[in-house]
Structure formats: C-alpha cells, structure tokens
C-alpha cells in the first residue's frame, strides 16, 4: 500500500497544469504525442515486448498473433505483473463478421478445497499468498483458444520470441525493477521463489541481464505440445506433485477439466459512443455503470480538473461500487441482473442519489425488482487488415502467490482471494462466497469503443480497482474534454478508495472513503473538495497502467499511446 499523505501539507507539489500555453501542440497534459503508423500497432508496458508484436506482424502474424507472442514475452520481462501461473481477458474486434468478440480466460478454484477447510482453519479471509488461494490458471487456454479463431502463425513462431529471450537474457527496466524488488522479501520464504525469481536471493537490477531457463523449457513444451500439454502433460503433472507436497489443493484434475469461454461484450452507449467491457465474473460493467450515471451531466460546462468535474467522477463511482461489491461474482452460481444494471432508467435512479454540494459517506446496492423479498499487463494490438485486440493478464497481486513450481519458471496466481468467506453458511449467501470449483470475482478488464458499428478504440487501464474507475476516465478525456490519444492517458488521475469491497474483509463504506488525486489538480479544487466532505489524499502510485489503440475509421491509419508511468511503448509501422 503506498504511503499517503495530507494534500494539506502537498499543496505546493501540485502545480495547475491546465494552462496548455508553453505547449506547442496546445495538449496540456501529453508528456509526448501520440504514434501514428499505417499498417500496425502495438502498446504494451514493455518496448520489447512491443517489438515483438511488430515482428509478428510484419512476419504475416494476425494482431491475435502479436498479442499472443508479447504476452508470453512479458510473462518472462515483467513478471510482477503477469505470467502464464495467471487469467487472461480479452475484446477482439474481428474485420472479417465486423464484430466483437469477447474471451473469459478466469480459472476456478480447486475442487477439493472446500468451504468447511477455510473454517476448520479458522479463517474468515483467503490469505493473500501461500498455497490457499491458488486457483486454475487460465491464461494458455486463452492463447489457444484465440489462437484457434482467429490467428494465422504457428503457435510455435509466436512463443519463440520469448522462448529465445528466457535462454539468452534481456536487461530489467526500470519500474519492474523497483516493483520485483519490493516483491521478494514477501514471496521468498514460498517454495522454487528464491531460486528461479531471485539473482543470489535478491531481484534483478535495473538493466542487469535476466534469464528463465526453467520458463523457456516450459514455453517449449507448450510450443510442441500445445494446450494439453500445459493442462493434461508434464507441466499440469509438475503443479499437482508441487501443490501435494507443499500443502495446496489445485490438482491435475482441476487442470484437465478446465476451460475458459467465449463470451458476449457488453455495452452502454456514452454520447453516442459505443463504451465495451465483459460481463461477471469481471467488474468491467462498473465502468459502464458509472459512465450511465455520469452521461446525466452536461461536462462541456464543467471543465477538467475542476471541484465539480472530480466530485461528480468520485460520488458515481461509490453508487456503481456498491452494485460491484453486491452482484458481480461467477454467473455459474448465481443470476447477476445484467441488463437492469446497465439500464438508463436505473442510472437515473441512482443520479439522483448524488447532491451537488455534499459527498456520499454511505452508499448501499440497489434493489433489482425480482430480488426484493465481484497486479496486472494491459497490451492491445491492431494489424493491417483490421483486427484489434484489447488483452489484459494477470497473476493478481504482483509476482501472484509465490507459488512458483520447481522447474516450471512461473508462479501460481492468488486470484483464490477474492473469494468471501464470511457469512457464507447462512442465507442469503454473498454471490462471491466461496465454492469448489468456482471463478473468483476478477478486477482484471480489457475495454473498447465503437462508433456507428465501426472500431474506434482499444484500451485498457490496469490495476486493480483502479481499473473501471482507469477506464471512464479515459472515455470522458477523449469524450468530454476533446483530448487525443496520448493526452487522455497521461493527464492526472482520480481515484477513489474506501467503496464496500466485493471480496474478503468486505467492510461497508461509512465514511465516504478517500480521494487520491495525483500530481497536477489545483489546490482550488481541492479546498473545494473538502468543503464538500471529502477526505482528500495524495497517494504516490497506484493510478493504473494505460495502453490504446486508436482508428481512423476512413483512411484505416492507426495511433497509438502508452503509459508514462510505466516502461512500456506504443510503436507501429
């Protein structure tokens, strides 16, 4: 958790960065422009990784191909963010039916991990690492499933990439330095961490050369044998004999019997604006039910940065929050009541709820009629003939569970966690409540917009429930306040803290929670925001990590934009 402090005494760190004259192009916030190509692009948190997705396209590789091959390299170059241990989302724009296509690659938990051994251990929460909260992994499902409608490589030619980097090394960047080094005094003590994630016990350095033989030996495996031979062969028979020996439940036979879907998009229309996310287990919807809400107000009158502008941003986000931490769990073993969520006439109702000189302190779910007696990459890619892929991929918190199987070069995600344990043996049980066999509530969320049919932008913003509140910003930046690509991901970030939670320690909201805003609103607006009620903060970090991918929908041309607060690159040709 970053150390936060008062504004109070942060007043003078915030300069008004609205005023645009000393920029040439006039875009206030852009720390560069945007990148333009012709033919294909991609966007990922690291330049390597964007590399290879460009290769993959030069070499006849579809954006499928290149999302596939720059995810694999990433499991390897920031492995405080994801790995093939992890889940995997995605939105696929297909040029060919003019369509959407949506892939849940969330894993379930083991089956024989039952709700009776959490309270015969005592616990009323998943501990966050360890072998407990280790649930299927469900990321290599994904490729191959992607992979099979929509590639044209060889899987083999798009795990190559990686493959070779694992053998040969590749110098550590700056920011997965300083995240993986915080990460090993926590995941040490956990089995095969210390001897394949650590150089002599300790993370690699900026710029020191990193290799994982261990994950090129598997990456192989799965390259030759494909999907089976990660759920079904050696390395799903290496997991089970790992877990077995140190106290875990996930099985060889949860392995074989997984299997991720494909599944619709969902979406609300913002000022004419296609906005798209995926439905439950994820939390995407919370962004389009925020944007339902927000789309009530007339923002070409209330300027960005603004008392107004934020206050209206945080109190949307506590109302659709408590919706999340209400209904959003795995739809296998509940209803969740999607369309009256995502209704107009129900963001009106909550609109309402909202008053113009006070904040929220308490907010509580809406009541649907039929029931009145739930650490991360973000990549995107687009290839010459169209194809856009919005991907987002995950281990949960950083480096996962610290779980790492000896031999495999990989980590088990603790995605398990955000189960609820808690008054789940009396009725009426939460929806996230704990089961075998059973998706978690997922924070990871690719997002995309259309306009009149047509593919306008693939984006994503990760970091966990950052991420829906990451996604509406970016819409009402380029929506609402007219800036490009570039502008819209680097301008100042909101995020609101302290909303009822959806998993474990589910403690209600009493007191309004906290705003974190970053470096660049005036101290007018936050003197404005306290009088209003809100406990403004300054927190150093945790406002996501951004990646788009935009079209022209006449001349086809492509541009791109990358996070400025991460390593990563947008690049095209």
Known sequence: MPVRFLLLFCAALLPALADAADRVTGHAFATRSEVIAPHAMAATSHPLATQIALDVMKQGGSAVDAAIAANAALGLMEPTGCGIGGDLFAIVWDPKTRRLYGYNGSGRSPRSLTLEEFRRRGLTDIPSHGPLPVSVPGAVDAWFALHERLGRRPMAANLAPAIHYARKGHPVHEVIAHYWEGSVPRLAQYPGFAEQFTIDGR????????????????????????????????????????????????????????????????????????????????????????????????????????AEHVHLFVEAKKLAFADRARFYADPDFGKVPLDWLLSKEYAAQ????????RALREVQPGTPPELEEGDTIYLTTADADGMMVSLIQSNYRGMGSGMAPHGLGFILQDRGEMFVLEGCDTGPAHPNCYASGKRPFQTIIPAFITRDGKPWVSFGVMGGAMQPQGHVQIVMNLVDFGMNLQEAGDAPRIQHEGSTDPTGAATPMRDGGEVNLETGFSWETVRALMRKGHRVTFADGPYGGYQAIARDPDTGVYFGASESRKDGQAAGY
Do not use: C
Request: aromatic fraction near 12%; avoid cysteine.
């Open 203 to 306: 993370a690699p350095r900026k710029g020191e050369l990193w290799r994982n033989p261990n994950l090129a030996d598997t990456l192989e495996k799965i390259a030759r044998g494909g999907r089976d031979a990660f759920y079904k062969g050696q390395i799903a028979r290496a997991i089970d004999a790992y877990m077995k020996a140190n106290g875990g439940f996930l099985s060889y036979e949860d392995l074989a019997a997984h299997q991720g879907e494909w599944v619709e998009p969902v979406s609300v229309n913002y000022r004419g604006y296609d906005v798209w996310e995926l439905p439950p287990n994820s939390q995407g919807i919370a962004a389009l039910q925020m944007l339902n809400i927000l789309e009530g107000f007339d923002f070409s009158k209330i300027p960005f940065g603004s």
């Open 350 to 357: 909550r609109r309402a709820l909202i008053s113009p000189d």
